[in-house]
């Protein structure tokens, strides 16, 4: 069985307001945003123990060519990945706590 991933409701958000930030320079920034989260989040399924350990047992992947960090949290014994969070590297790491 592949590994199950659940979404944080903040995440949709997230990548909403990334994506309409990018279009807003340059459509294709948008689109090259998406597709670099993509291309983390099928890395990340399928290397969920790849990364570093942070913040309690979480761990971050970082875009390449973005400044964001995806946030989330791999349960070994459930095969689940939560990705709690895309969030920009020059905001406060406490703050994305508060989504958990």
């Keep these: 069985m592949g590994i199950k991933l659940i979404y944080s409701h903040f995440v949709k958000n ?16 948008g689109n090259n945003f998406i ?7 099928n890395f990340i399924k399928e290397n969920p123990l790849s990364f570093e350990l942070r913040y309690d047992h979480n761990r971050i992947v970082f875009l390449k060519k973005f400044p ?3 946030h989330y949290f ?27």
């Design 35 to 41: 597709k670099e989260f993509r291309l983390k989040i």
């Design 74 to 100: 791999y349960n070994e014994e459930k095969n689940i990945i939560e990705i709690y969070s895309v969030f920009h590297t020059s905001r406060d790491p406490e703050e994305w706590k508060t989504r958990k």
């Design 14 to 29: 997230d990548l909403k307001a990334i994506n309409d930030w990018y279009k807003k320079i340059d459509k294709k920034l």
């Design 68 to 70: 964001y960090g995806i």
